[in-house]
């Protein structure tokens, strides 16, 4: 499996042993003044997508699990962490 981001256009993933070879998972955007910094928002994807790889979960629920860290990542300045964490397993 490959994973391709695009910032806020579709991921795709490739698949080489799946009938269906390229899935396409939407992004909703975020708002212009949410964009604060886009540094780390790659890396931040990664990190969420494994953690929820890590714990058994789909595909579907990990690429969520990444978009949601990209975009609380992307909403700071540098790359910080929010005071709150409010994201569950």
Do not use: W
Not at 12 to 27: D, W
Not at 40 to 49: K, P, Q
Not at 57 to 78: F, H, L, P, R
């Amino acid at each position: 499996m490959v994973i391709i981001t695009q910032g806020s256009e579709d991921i795709v993933v490739a698949y080489t042993n799946e009938p269906e070879r390229l899935k396409h998972f939407p992004v909703s955007p975020l708002k212009e003044d949410e964009i604060v910094d886009t540094n780390g928002a790659g890396d931040s994807f990664v990190g969420g997508f494994l953690a929820y790889k890590l714990a058994g979960k789909s595909v579907e629920e990990c690429i969520d699990a990444g978009v949601y860290a990209a975009k609380q990542i992307i909403k700071m300045s540098g790359c910080t962490l929010p005071e709150v964490n409010d994201m569950k397993l």
